[in-house]
Each structure stands twice: as C-alpha cells, then as structure tokens.
C-alpha cells in the first residue's frame, strides 16, 4: 500500500519474522519505533472495487484526492484534476502512488 510508511511496514515485517531472534524482544521496542513514525499517517485508503483505489487527505487547507483505476487493459492515474495515464501494472501504479503522497508529505 502506497500510503503506509516503509518504516511501518519495516515494523510489521520484523514482527512476523519466522525466526523468534530476529523479532522485537518486547513491545516497548515495538512501541518506540511505532513512536518514530510521522510521515503518511493521515491518509485515507478506500478501495471502491477490485479495479479502482482512492487515497484522500484532509490537512486543513485542502482536501486531497488521488485514484488508481484500470480502464480497458491500463491503469490510470488521477491527482489535482491531472490524469496520468497508460500505467501498465497495478504495482507501478502504486509506486507512483508512493512518489505523489511523498510529495505532499513534504509540502
């Protein structure tokens, strides 16, 4: 998912290790890398069906609204009213997701 931070997913993977000694030893560790996290917090992830994502962001000032959707055999692209079009897979349309939230996270 484009809107959550790599370090969260960071978090989350080393959580799940399969190897006991690769984990937290204990949730206070977890929790102060939790406490670490600022970036990507306050998005919002809807998924209207299996071919259309939206990602919103209310900061205040503006209320932010970017869509990945397929059409025909592409995907495409919506942020600010622009379209971004002719995407060739749902996972570029995420890693582009990923590059436009970070951009507005440093706004």
């Known amino acids: 998912m484009p809107h959550i931070p790599k370090s969260m997913i ?4 080393r959580c ?5 000694q690769d984990r937290y030893d204990n949730v206070l560790q977890i929790m102060n890398d939790l406490s670490d996290i600022t970036e990507n917090l306050d998005w919002h992830y809807d998924r209207r069906d299996s071919n259309y994502f939206t990602w919103s962001l209310d900061n205040g000032q503006k209320n932010i609204q970017i869509a990945l959707y397929k ?3 592409s995907w495409n692209i919506i942020n600010d009213d622009k379209i971004i ?3 060739e897979s ?3 349309g995420y890693k582009e997701i990923r590059t436009i939230i970070k951009n507005y996270e440093k706004k």
Do not use: W
């Not at 960071?10 to 993977?13: A, C, F, T, V, Y």
């Open 10 to 13: 960071s978090i989350i993977e």
């Open 16 to 20: 799940l290790m399969v190897n006991p």
């Open 90 to 92: 749902k996972a570029k």
């Open 85 to 87: 079009p002719f995407i």
């Open 71 to 73: 059409e025909n055999d």
